[in-house]
């Protein structure tokens, strides 16, 4: 029996089956009205309320649950590996232009293969090229029926699960589309999500990704598609392969995906090539405006026709061109190189430079990322050094000039302090970073504060990097806790406050103190203990239940959490400073309740159990009366699975459970464990 009963559709409650339709079609609305037209017509929370509804409904009829259905972009389950798919219609390179006359060769080229007497009437259009991950959507009568990576151009990577996780990729097109649909389309990640995720990751004691494509690429590639869905993926499309013969112009194409409700960005016709010229000037210019990054202007000649008659050389189309930009980096001189501490007392080389402009940004800072980093490249303090704005965001050394070494250079020297508070650092065996170990070091402090009033943790309005430093260098605040103690009265005297603002943050910290516990749990800083982590943790245990000591053993016990995040939570709790903290946080009024996600007394309280095979009833049934008697429904079988029910014609699980020695129960045996 397949894994999800789609299309047996029962036809015992039309109401309900039209309940959910009609909830579909209003969610897909809002969807495209957000993500594709960027001008979404509900707030956030109505939306929420829509999406829970659904959810609600599906999950007491799980037989009219449907793939197209907004809510299966969660992620399915992880696949062992890709399957390949062949391109019925091959994705093409493009030729590229590198200076701007390369776009003038081009044209006369084009001019010249159409027959130049004849004067024909070209028309040209540009579009950004996206710096992302090149796929292949297939619609099949207006369904998403598969998408794939580009690959080697003929045969690329079956990513669906993945894609369907793309909330600006429609499960449904909306118009009249083709029979057969298959969009190609650019995969990338805006810029301030790309900041954001790398913020977190780092906060996290995670490595940090160097550029939005590689994070978009590497989110596409996962063959889990819950990583997928937890990353800020969009898309732009530009192009269809199979279907794509109706349409007489490539702007015409653009227009018809759009009308279908796939995003598109806006692109423009050009009369002749120096007006296409004028395009990629310009663009090159102001490439740094964008919430989005590009790495050239595609140059196409509209006429189907024209392209037809003009065809392909070498696996590329005559009559495409992208202009590439260069890459953003500049020459400079490395005139010193210090070291910031992060809030986890990660240590991190920082190079001081002559300033520089670097397309468009002045730089005179840049990360070496650590001391290895500095080692590997060779880089010496007062060293010439090329700078490049990686991804043109973070801008970072990337080698050193040693021609012009003059002879007044010397090697960089990781500190054996911790240049803020002076204590001894450590980098553990196997790391690549140093860190200072001292819990009280007033770096961490300063910056736990900053991390614990952040958006994603507690999210306190005006308590941003820089009043945090000022109430930090005042002596006003140590630690997060001593943010509780702050009154009105004495914010108001200092600079930058009024009445009004004082009062403000003052609110702002009070109204905190609702956040829910996983928040709480996240904004603590733990290492490794990100908002997904935090929220696995929270739902088995509170906050007396960590102070009073949580083993290594029953917090990789929850499913999600391994060893090292759970040995981080030990380690955090197993100091009395930390302990402190949640002391006085607690005595504050914050939240550490545990998140309860079940009633944690019944006969199966704490117990995951997977269901698996064919059941006399619809799957939803099973799992509402586990839930109701404190059991845990999860999908995949582990040695942490306590139970598997198994219907009929069990497959792989149930294999997998008996491998694993996990007791196996049949549906009477199930009901009889029941109260
Ligand atoms: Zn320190």
């Not at 959810?55 to 390949?84: I, K, M, W, Y």
């Not at 806006?266 to 210019?285: D, M, N």
């Not at 504050?588 to 117990?607: C, D, I, Q, V, W």
Request: charged letters at 30%.
């Amino acid at each position: 029996m397949p894994r999800r009963t789609y299309n047996r559709v029962v036809a015992e409650d039309p109401d309900i089956r039209g309940g959910i339709e009609d909830l579909r079609e209003r969610i897909r609305y809002h969807n495209r009205r957000y993500y594709v037209e960027d001008a979404p017509e509900i707030t956030d929370a109505e939306y929420d309320a829509l999406y829970k509804e659904l959810e609600a409904l599906e999950a007491g009829h799980p037989e009219l649950v449907t793939p197209d259905s907004p809510t299966q972009r969660v992620g399915a389950e992880p696949l062992e590996e890709f399957e390949q798919v062949r391109h019925a219609v091959p994705m093409l390179s493009l030729a590229n232009a590198r200076k701007l006359e390369d776009l003038r060769e081009w044209d006369a080229r084009v001019r010249r293969l159409l027959g130049e007497d004849e004067e024909p009437q070209l028309r040209y259009v540009t579009e950004l090229k996206i710096d992302g991950l090149a796929v292949s959507l297939r619609y099949e009568k207006g369904l998403f029926a598969r998408g794939a990576t580009r690959g080697n151009g003929a045969v690329g990577e079956d990513v669906t699960a993945n894609l369907r996780t793309v909330r600006s990729i429609p499960e449904k097109l909306s118009d009249d589309p083709p029979e057969v649909l298959e969009a190609r389309g650019e995969v990338y990640i805006p810029l301030d999500r790309f900041e954001e995720f790398n913020r977190r990751q780092e906060a996290e004691g995670k490595r940090p990704f160097a550029n939005p494509r590689n994070l978009a690429a590497g989110s596409i590639r996962q063959l889990d598609p819950r990583i997928a869905a937890s990353r800020p993926l969009s898309v732009f499309c530009y192009g269809v392969g199979e279907g794509g013969e109706r349409y007489e112009s490539h702007s015409a194409t653009l227009d018809a995906l759009r009308s279908y409700g796939l995003r598109v960005n806006p692109y423009k016709v050009h009369e002749e090539i120096g007006s296409v010229v004028e395009e990629c000037a310009y663009w090159t210019r102001e490439r740094g405006s964008l919430g989005y990054q590009i790495d050239g202007v595609v140059v196409k000649v509209d006429s189907r026709e024209q392209q037809r008659a003009l065809g392909s050389v070498a696996k590329a189309p005559r009559w495409a061109i992208a202009y590439k930009f260069e890459p953003l980096a500049a020459h400079t001189r490395l005139e010193d190189i210090i070291v910031n501490v992060g809030r986890t007392g990660a240590l991190t080389p920082q190079a001081l430079l002559a300033p520089v402009n670097v397309g468009g940004v002045t730089i005179s800072r840049a990360t070496l990322h650590n001391e290895d980093y500095v080692k590997e490249k060779g880089i010496l303090v007062g060293d010439e050094v090329v700078v490049e704005r990686a991804g043109d965001v973070i801008p970072q050394v990337v080698r050193a000039i040693p021609e012009e070494r003059t002879g007044g250079e010397h090697a960089f020297e990781m500190p054996k302090t911790c240049p803020v508070c002076g204590e001894p650092v450590a980098r553990p065996e196997g790391e690549a970073v140093t860190r200072c170990v001292n819990a009280r070091c007033p770096a961490q402090a300063l910056e736990h504060i900053i991390h614990w009033s952040s958006k994603a943790a507690m999210d306190i309005e005006g308590l941003g990097e820089k009043v945090a430093t000022k109430l930090f260098d005042l002596g006003l605040i140590k630690d997060a806790a001593d943010v509780y103690g702050l009154r009105p009265e004495q914010l108001e005297p200092l600079e930058g406050f009024g009445e009004k603002s004082a009062e403000n943050l003052a609110r702002a910290i009070e109204k905190s103190k609702e956040q829910p516990f996983p928040r709480v749990l996240y904004a603590l800083g733990i290492r490794h203990v990100g908002t997904v982590t935090a929220g696995l943790i929270a739902g088995r245990f509170g906050g007396e239940d960590l102070l009073r000591g949580v083993s290594v053993e029953q917090l990789a016990e929850i499913e999600g959490i391994g060893n090292v995040v759970a040995q981080a939570v030990v380690d955090y709790f197993a100091l009395e400073d930390n302990r402190n903290l949640v002391e006085r946080l607690m005595a504050a009024g914050l939240n550490f309740e545990r998140e309860a996600t079940g009633p944690s007394e019944g006969p199966f309280a704490g117990k995951r159990v997977v269901i698996t095979g064919t059941l006399s009833r619809p799957r939803g049934y099973f799992v509402e009366r586990l839930e109701e008697a404190g059991g845990t429904f999860t999908s995949s079988v582990s040695k942490n699975t306590d139970y598997v029910l198994a219907g009929e014609e069990a497959g792989s699980k149930l294999e997998k459970a008996n491998a694993l020695g996990v007791p196996v129960l049949d549906e009477a045996a199930f009901e009889e464990l029941l109260p």
